[in-house]
């Protein structure tokens, strides 16, 4: 069973790799559109002398935008286009396991966010001379990977969602989109919100992933200062997973009851 | 002999809709077994029972022996379905890697799902556009490349709804004839075709179950449904817009089996379809028709097909 899975997640990663990147296009509207957004608020920082810190953490902050947008609109509403196009149907009767195919699409998501991030970042930080604490990359790729993890695990339910109430659900994507880039201070620290904001934000896995790195790389903390970041992003990653991988099979079997697995525009 | 399917007293509720109705059916290993009936008459809904995506709401539907409602696991190892309207795969892949993709969903090995690919477009003839992305294919070549990976897992029943919907005739023609030798390959695999196509079920199945408002009607061999009407008498008629009235009345002549019309309003034409017992009444329609001030555009006598056993049994023209 685990073996299929992985199968069935490679599978689904590399069609989601290798279908985005046949088309090398998609760098521009990726990359560069968001480069100019966070140049827009960088240029603003600089032209009110605001500290390095503001800059650097904006700059961080952008890269990580792509993943949320990515989680809303090809991850949680996934299900549903499979749905519309007929490939839904054919995943249950195949056998394979749907955990797979929603590990798949967080791969190879994850995979082409990330190679946008670092367009981003790279380029921000080049243009806009950021120092970043490069002493510090080990342990940022750790909070990055665990980031990813409880962010694509909150996808996954997400995608289990979208099976039950279909195409209704846009309307949260829509809803879920800036609130939730805001609330994750992505371009500012989200310290700035009352304390009982900031724990409530402590649930979003980009807030706590951003805040960590910002803390690594800008204001030059280790390991052990924000291990808390990293104990709190494992507990999210478990219990997002245990929930979606529970929703998934509750929203199968409640399809077959209903017939939304097989009927379309619902 | 060995049953595929069998079904005992289904029904299936969507809301207060009664999508089928105390469903009993039994399909052998080996056949073409086909499910003629107009939309909404049930089919899909069946179909979709069978291969498990939906559970009944009352009776009993076993697959190969193993019952939808709590075996559906082992149910799924055993079937694949190929439904023409469905458009499956992802536009971006090449037909060859859409294929490998499904392989890996049916638990291929890695390199074991590109070898068996390979040679199932080398048995199709699929080179040409193994390497086309799906979004650049044809039709006919789209559908090819479905019925491919309908039998990736070497099903051992095949559900094919409507798989030449939208085809031209030669494409048509050439799935029809992959569908007629794949199953002449192997005895112990079995096909579930819905169609409208009268030539198509005449042509592929070897039973047919007649399907109307989620109901069975008939079930038998296409020879024995013919024999239904393989007496009667079948006339098309074209004539000038005629009215509800007049159609009652035509019905109400002694003889007449079955009757089923259209009407285009835009042409101010009708079209109807009349099955009679006896030659000779055509000339009370006639008459009748000429009184109420009908014009005759067209009469033409018809060889029996499904089509009028449909209209025989159920009342109605299948489309």
């Known amino acids: ?266 | 002999m060995e049953e595929v399917v069998n079904t005992i007293n289904l029904s299936r509720y969507f809301g207060d809709l009664k999508a089928l109705d105390n469903v009993n059916l039994k399909i052998n290993k080996g056949e073409i077994f086909g499910l003629l009936g107009p939309n909404g008459s049930g089919k899909s809904t069946l179909i979709k029972i069978l291969a498990t995506l939906l559970l009944p709401s009352e009776g009993e539907a076993y697959v190969l022996g193993y019952n939808v409602r709590n075996e559906f696991e082992k149910i799924r190892k055993l079937i694949n379905i190929v439904a023409g309207d469905d458009r499956p795969g992802y536009g971006v892949l090449k037909v060859k890697e859409s294929l490998w993709f499904f392989s890996q969903l049916y638990g291929y090995g890695i390199k074991e799902g590109w070898k068996l690919v390979n040679s199932l477009i080398q048995e199709f003839g699929m080179q040409e556009y193994a390497d086309k992305r799906l979004n650049r294919l044809s039709s006919g070549m789209y559908q090819k490349y479905n019925f491919v990976r309908g039998i990736l897992n070497n099903p051992r029943l095949l559900f094919l709804d409507e798989p030449t919907v939208g085809l031209d005739v030669n494409i048509a023609n050439e799935i029809r004839a992959y569908i007629k030798s794949w199953i002449n390959e192997d005895k112990e695999r079995t096909i579930l075709l819905t169609t409208h196509y009268m030539a198509e079920a005449q042509q592929l199945c070897d039973r047919i179950a007649i399907i109307h408002k989620g109901k069975i009607v008939r079930v038998d061999t296409v020879e024995r449904l013919l024999s239904l009407v393989s007496n009667e008498h079948v006339f098309e008629l074209k004539t000038s817009l005629i009215s509800e009235n007049i159609l009652s009345n035509i019905k109400s002549i002694e003889g007449i089996k079955a009757l089923a019309s259209d009407n285009d309003v835009a042409s101010n034409i009708s079209n109807i379809r009349i099955v009679t017992k006896d030659e000779s009444i055509i000339a009370d329609i006639i008459s009748l028709l000429r009184d109420s001030k009908i014009r005759i555009l067209n009469l033409n006598k018809e060889e029996p097909t499904l089509e009028d056993v449909f209209l025989y049994l159920v009342g109605r023209k299948l489309r």
């Open chain 1, 1 to 266: 069973m685990m073996k299929h899975m992985l199968k069935v997640a490679y599978a689904r990663a590399y069609v989601r790799i290798k279908g985005t990147n046949r088309d090398f296009t998609h760098y521009i509207a990726d990359v560069f559109l968001p480069l100019l957004g966070v140049s827009a608020i960088l240029f603003a920082y600089k032209a009110l002398n605001a500290p390095e810190i503001y800059l650097a953490s904006a700059a961080v902050g952008a890269s990580m935008i792509a993943f949320w947008y990515n989680i809303l609109w090809s991850m949680a509403s996934q299900f549903y286009w499979e749905k519309e196009q007929g490939n839904l149907p054919l995943f249950i009767t195949s056998g394979a396991p749907l955990t797979g195919i929603l590990l798949g699409m967080a791969l190879g998501g994850a995979f082409n966010m990330t190679l946008r991030a670092l367009g981003v970042l790279i380029l921000t930080i080049l243009l806009f001379n950021i120092k970043l604490n490069s002493s510090a990359l080990l342990p940022t790729l750790g909070l990055f990977l665990l980031t990813l993890s409880s962010l694509y695990s909150l996808g996954m339910i997400f995608a289990s969602s979208f099976l039950k109430f279909g195409r209704s659900v846009s309307k949260i994507n829509e809803l879920l989109g800036e609130p939730i880039l805001f609330l994750s201070g992505v371009y500012f620290p989200i310290n700035v919100f009352p304390l009982a904001i900031q724990i409530l934000v402590s649930l979003i896995p980009l807030a706590l992933g951003i805040e960590g790195m910002r803390e690594l790389l800008i204001l030059n903390k280790n390991f052990y200062d924000i291990i808390w970041v990293y104990i709190a992003l494992i507990f999210l990653t478990i219990v997002f997973a245990y929930i979606a991988i529970k929703l998934l099979k509750k929203m199968e079997n409640e399809g077959r009851i209903t017939g939304s697995i097989t009927l379309k525009w619902e």
